[in-house]
């Protein structure tokens, strides 16, 4: 088990199987249940989850979940598209969705190691929790980021699914959805840049020199871009921003604080968060 963990090829098999496994374990539960389709689809989506937290367990790895965040929303649009079609908005939703899901997914295999290498906060949880670890993985680590992105994706599944027409307003949601994805893929490559060079305690370049987290400011403009784009061409959908607002909320309550928090411990920090906002450009006096 050891041996394999440390291989970078055999880890990216292996999590790839798992994500496999899931995929075909959501779908037969979907196929299995004779209820609403948003509830057959929300415990089809928890079932994977859950097979997903069975394999992080036994190999001791939590982050065999990161996948999930971005492999989740494209395989559910892709599987609703083949049964009931795309019309012109299903095609732009497709696109948005699927250009986000695999610039976030490359960059996770650029940064994955092996099964070894742990995400810090999952590590710094275990440290935390202690013999309520268990609960916090399967709760906070892997349920609640299934429930947050289910809800963001909803929308577009909604919109495939009767085949909903798309006005301006729409379109230009979807722009700022790919916009949004875009500025998180130049922010990544700015970061990976940096952990290279190592010219500083703290980024100071590009989109970092505007924004402490551009890349979850980025993240929260695309499902809202999503969503509004969805509401705008049903305004009595309107509670499906939901997923929208559930998300930032993550974000705001969690990942925010705890890079900050992390951050905090080099000398410095204190100037650093008050030259840069947290996650909205600085408008610079002369």
């Not at 499906?240 to 410095?268: C, H, W, Y």
Request: charged letters at 15%; hydrophobic letters at 55%.
């Amino acid at each position: 088990m050891n041996r394999l963990k440390q291989s970078r090829a055999a880890s990216f098999i292996v999590v790839a199987a798992v994500y496999v496994i899931a995929t075909i374990v959501g779908i037969a539960t979907y196929l299995a249940l004779d209820t609403d389709w948003w509830l057959s689809l929300l415990i089809a989506d928890a079932v994977a989850t859950v097979a997903t937290f069975v394999f992080s367990v036994i190999f001791g790895n939590a982050s065999v979940y990161d996948p999930y965040w971005s492999v989740q929303p494209p395989v559910i649009l892709v599987a609703f598209a083949a049964v009931h079609g795309l019309n012109l908005f299903g095609v732009l939703l497709m696109i948005a969705v699927c250009y986000w899901a695999l610039r976030l997914t490359a960059n996770w295999a650029y940064t994955f190691g092996n099964l070894t290498h742990q995400d810090w906060r999952y590590t710094m949880l275990k440290e935390k929790t202690g013999v309520f670890y268990p609960v916090i993985n399967f709760v906070g680590i892997h349920m609640v980021p299934t429930l947050v992105v289910y809800g963001c994706i909803l929308p577009a599944v909604y919109a495939v699914r009767v085949g909903l027409d798309p006005n301006a307003a729409s379109v230009a949601f979807l722009c700022l959805s790919v916009g949004a994805a875009t500025m998180q893929g130049i922010a990544d490559v700015e970061m990976h840049r940096f952990r290279k060079d190592r010219d500083g305690r703290f980024i100071r370049r590009g989109l970092w020199k505007y924004s402490r987290h551009p890349n979850y400011l980025g993240e929260i403009l695309m499902w809202w871009g999503v969503a509004l784009a969805v509401v705008c061409a049903d305004p009595t959908v309107w509670y499906l921003a939901a997923g929208a607002l559930a998300n930032t909320v993550l974000f705001f309550a969690v990942s925010i604080p705890m890079a900050d928090g992390r951050q905090s411990r080099k000398e410095g920090f204190a100037e650093y968060k008050k030259q840069t906002r947290m996650l909205l450009p600085i408008i610079k006096r002369s």
